[in-house]
């Protein structure tokens, strides 16, 4: 019952920013956990960062604490990624992703996926 889609990806310099979008449909959306995780090809889902249904908490993966914002404005029913001084390693497909209520930063725990956007970082 939420859908979700992502957007804002593209390619940037090593250095550069940019700024993905979540949008979602369905009830209650200021419950919902939400976050952001990626993807490379052959590895497994990565945590990149969480925010709480009322955006009081939030957590981040080591490796983007301090360039990457996660936000969230419940009256549009949307989510944000902030993505600055973004190195080629940052390179991947970004997903946004949705659960109820108890916080987890496992992707395995997550219910509802977008349907990601790449980002690619060329150095």
């Known amino acids: 019952q939420v859908q979700l889609v992502e957007s804002g990806g593209g390619l940037v310099q090593a250095g550069g920013s940019l700024r993905l979008s979540c949008a979602a449909s369905?009830?209650?959306?200021?419950?919902?956990?939400l976050a952001w995780f990626r993807q490379v090809p052959g590895k497994e889902r990565e945590f990149v960062a969480a925010?709480?249904?009322?955006?009081?908490?939030?957590s981040y993966a080591d490796s983007v604490k301090g360039r990457f914002t996660i936000s969230r404005d419940n009256a549009k029913n949307t989510m944000y990624l902030q993505m600055n001084s973004l190195k080629p390693e940052d390179t991947a497909v970004y997903y946004c992703?949705?659960?109820?209520?108890?916080?987890?930063?496992?992707?395995?725990?997550?219910?509802?996926w977008g349907q990601g956007t790449q980002v690619t970082v060329s150095s």
């Open positions: 369905g009830r209650t959306f200021s419950t919902l956990v």
């Open positions: 992703a949705a659960k109820s209520s108890v916080w987890s930063t496992n992707y395995k725990q997550y219910n509802y």
């Open positions: 925010i709480s249904g009322r955006g009081s908490t939030t």
